[in-house]
């Protein structure tokens, strides 16, 4: 290549604006990107199998460090098969910088066969979409990539070079590159660009709240977002212990910190009504960084919006937005000067006996999670009552959710969190039919050795589909079928091992403990089919 | 359920237009779907892991029977993990009626997790798109969204229940489902609506093209779609035999009928250059069926159009037009009254001997392949030299290929195939990059107990994207590894054996001859493992 080529250009502004790691599925139109690869060493390609991999891994590699990953997409089909994750990406507020080839200018209107419209598909995820014109402009357009999925961001920190971020806020931005950009000579590396601090909370706003936490008034603070940093559950900590204020947090939040050393907080329901019981004596429900409570799907006769009518909701932080911490430091120090956070003591649950069940797995994984854990829940159905209680005493973790319900997001997502963290420990807890989306991260876990553990919760069911069709009030018996997975079982032992990954089933508690203290002291990947009966959950 | 559901008279309607089959990945908007189909055993309901198996499924489905199945997909997130495919089948024109549930109409303006712009999604790949409002126009709804993915249609015979049909002209549909229409009563099925007739062509059209044949000037008629029928390939053998005008048909058409006692063709090529040489002595190209040349992707300094500047192009029939055939068949009977189609010998190929190549792989299949047999090729370059040549003259046989180069479509492809010919063997070929991407169809293949006998061509990289990077001029050698399926090896016995798929492998000429017999001799799926040699094609 004489001179900087366009894909260069790109690449090198990228890693310029710290972005070190690139999930890619690339084709033909990415060639020069991937070819720019070698140049820059910086940059760190890491191949996935299918692009809702590649996704689902950013999203969990940005919402470890606070920075974006990018991606390297193929066209329209390669974005669309990337679409799922991006979503959950969406609604976690995590930053990812997608790039996406696309046919060459000249190429573009013969509508060739792999010709679809790009712009439509990413503006369905993306907060920012971009098609470059021009060689030239390829870095630039780089730079605002990264400032875009950047500037709902965490203002308590400057972001720069190796800057750490305690927040995921941020979002998901997508550059369309013209093969022919990327091909021709003449790229100019952008300089990173700086994000403006986000404007600190106003005082006044912040005594209102105070006013209200004072009133006597019962209120209840819901957290989510950069509000379930470690920070930001000391300040609410606090507030909870000076004013009797209540906290909830979100369930399948992007990122919580939990366990030993850091408050606890009772996660929202899953389920409308089990919402309105817990906000009942709730005369005020206070937003950090939360939405008002909507419940998932609509049913036949309920409310989607559980919130009780004499409620009344106030917001500290917006969702998504990025001074929810440094809202609850302010009103922290208004209503409970000198006071302490209560940290949750270490205090794991005994090993259970037995056979495995929907109530006993997750003590397992809470009796011997190890320190500082990544744990990525994808266990749904087979997690929903009892993860959060079982692991709430557990050494200190970090949880990352399925925050936008678009399934086969765990194995990517603990990819991407493995990639971000190679120092710490992560678990994959992982349902069954969820798991066979995007199966193909095994490969990946395996490719670059990753320190992850796999646990497939195997009910051989959509069990959550099962309880959906009680509860819209149909029945089904012959399509009762459709929510089987049984005939034939999925043997996940068969799976991993073909992609390389070791495994092993347990049917027992004592199985599963061993297995999983087996997988944890080893390096590498690892996964556990824990066998658990039918219509779980 | 009291009175008629929105949701049984969609599926009523659905069933009473000849849709007789549902590939489906259901969530919980979708339950009043579901339960429908318990009352109306009429319409098959297929589980799929996998949005993209759904889709891929119902694609080949309609390809081999000319009429649409439906899809049932969930929401926004499962529409865009089946758009892969969904592209595939909008460039093959095939019929397919996407049902796409949605969140109740009251729910949606809460912006719920999984609330996102499904209608956005839907256009990028169907041809109509309808958002029902009502209950009672729901049946209705769904004999528009029937009518619409049959109007582009093969006008040659009427299409109404259990005709069969010989093109594949249609196109993709999609309807989206607020949840609450199909939960309340109301519901009123609708009559199956009528497709007009295409309108026959022009006589004074084809007249004029029969002048140009008849002129002397080399002529070449390249085809597409319904020409590649049996009819549409005898009457332009007829033609070829008559006038001497050459005959090249579309590289990966979404179907062909070929081998002994079929017309043979020549295929385009898949690179522009070759496809000038093919034209270089053609005055004038006659598309029947087919599409003006475009190469798939742009490169450097090369053009995108093979077809040489002196080449003239006409119409004879449209790309998607259903009038193909009926134009070929006027044509004929202008040009070659009473002239004979020349038709493939029977002549299959000697068995192969040795270890397998990329070259000689394809000599196995077409020793063995059976009589009528479905061949769905994805087999990308383990089969772009030698596939076409070495089933020529095999017994004869459907081929479906990679119509819009979206991979992930050959086992779901099969999926569908086998569903629709139960009594005919499916031979699905398929690389090992692109298997990747819907793996999860093998799981279909066990559930259905489908006869199909998938040859995986493991040449353990992206042999495609290797080859792409030294044409356009890039060389990479440490992102080289981003093209690189080893490390690890994927195992493809375990990988099929974990989905209940019974699988082998060979590594010789006579253990693939050896698998393939026997896999075609037993009932139900089957794999193989064809290890190549690494970097072929």
């Known amino acids: 290549m004489q001179g900087t080529s366009g894909a260069h250009a790109l690449v ?37 199998l299918f692009e809702g991999v590649a996704t689902g891994a950013a999203d969990g590699y940005g919402r470890m460090t606070g920075r974006p990953a990018a991606t390297l997409l193929h066209l329209g089909p390669g974005l669309a098969n990337g679409l799922a994750n991006l979503h959950n990406a969406r609604r976690a507020n995590t930053p990812v910088v997608n790039v996406v080839g696309d046919h060459a200018i000249d190429h573009k209107p013969l509508d060739s066969l792999l010709e679809s419209d790009i712009d439509a598909l990413a503006g369905t995820v993306s907060t920012w979409v971009r098609r470059s014109t021009t060689t030239e402009a390829l870095g630039a357009d780089a730079a605002d990539a990264v400032a875009a999925a950047l500037t709902c961001f965490d203002g308590a920190e ?39 601090a986000s404007p600190a909370p106003s005082e006044e706003h912040v005594r209102s709240i105070a006013r209200l936490l004072r009133s006597g008034e019962p209120c209840v603070l819901l957290l989510d977002g950069a509000a379930l940093s470690e920070r930001g559950l000391r300040a609410a900590s606090r507030i909870e212990h000076a004013t009797g204020a209540r906290l909830l947090s979100r369930n399948w939040a992007a990122r919580q910190r939990r366990g030993a050393g850091v408050p606890l907080v009772e996660p929202l329901a899953y389920r409308g009504e089990q919402i309105t019981v817990q906000l009942r004596d ?60 209560v940290l949750a003591p270490l205090s794991p649950p005994p090993l259970p006996r037995g056979e495995l069940t929907v109530d006993n797995w997750t003590a397992v994984i809470g009796a011997l999670l190890p320190h500082d854990a990544i744990v990525c829940d994808e266990s749904i159905t087979a997690g929903m009552a009892t993860l959060q209680p079982a692991t709430a005493c557990s050494p200190p973790h970090d949880m990352l959710g399925l925050t936008g319900l678009s399934i086969g997001q765990g194995l990517p997502s603990a990819t991407g969190a493995a990639i971000a963290c190679p120092d710490r420990p992560v678990i994959c807890l992982q349902a069954d039919g969820s798991a066979m989306y995007t199966l193909s991260a095994l490969w990946s876990h395996a490719r670059e050795n990753l320190d992850i553990t796999t646990v497939i919760l195997n009910n051989s069911s959509y069990a959550i589909l099962r309880a959906e069709l009680e509860r819209v009030g149909a029945t089904a018996e012959a399509s009762a079928q459709l929510f089987d997975l049984s ?6 032992l068969s799976l991993a091992n073909g992609m390389g990954v070791p495994a092993g089933r347990a049917r027992t508690a004592g199985e599963l403990a061993r297995q999983f203290r087996r997988a944890l002291s080893e390096p590498g990947p690892h996964l556990i089919e824990a066998v658990l009966p039918p219509r779980a959950g």
Chains 1, 2 share one sequence.
């Open 12 to 48: 090198r502004t990228l890693v310029d604006s710290d972005v070190r790691v690139c999930f890619a599925n690339p084709g033909t139109s990415e060639m020069h990107f991937v070819a720019a690869l070698d140049a820059l060493p910086q940059m760190r390609g890491v191949l996935c």
């Open 158 to 196: 400057e972001v720069g070079q190796g800057s750490s971020r305690t927040g995921t806020s941020g979002s998901v931005s997508t550059l369309i590159v013209p093969a022919n950009l990327s091909w021709s000579a003449g790229g100019r590396p952008a300089r990173p660009v700086k994000i403006p």
């Open 282 to 341: 709730a005369q005020h429900l206070v937003l950090c960084g939360a939405r008002t409570p909507v419940t998932s799907f609509a049913y036949p006769d309920r409310s989607s919006l559980p919130t009780p009518p004499d409620t009344r909701v106030h917001v500290l932080a917006e969702d998504g937005g990025a001074d929810a911490v440094l809202a609850l430091d302010m009103l922290a120090d208004h209503v409970a000067p000198g006071i302490e956070p």
């Open 487 to 492: 005939r034939p079982d999925l043997d996940f």
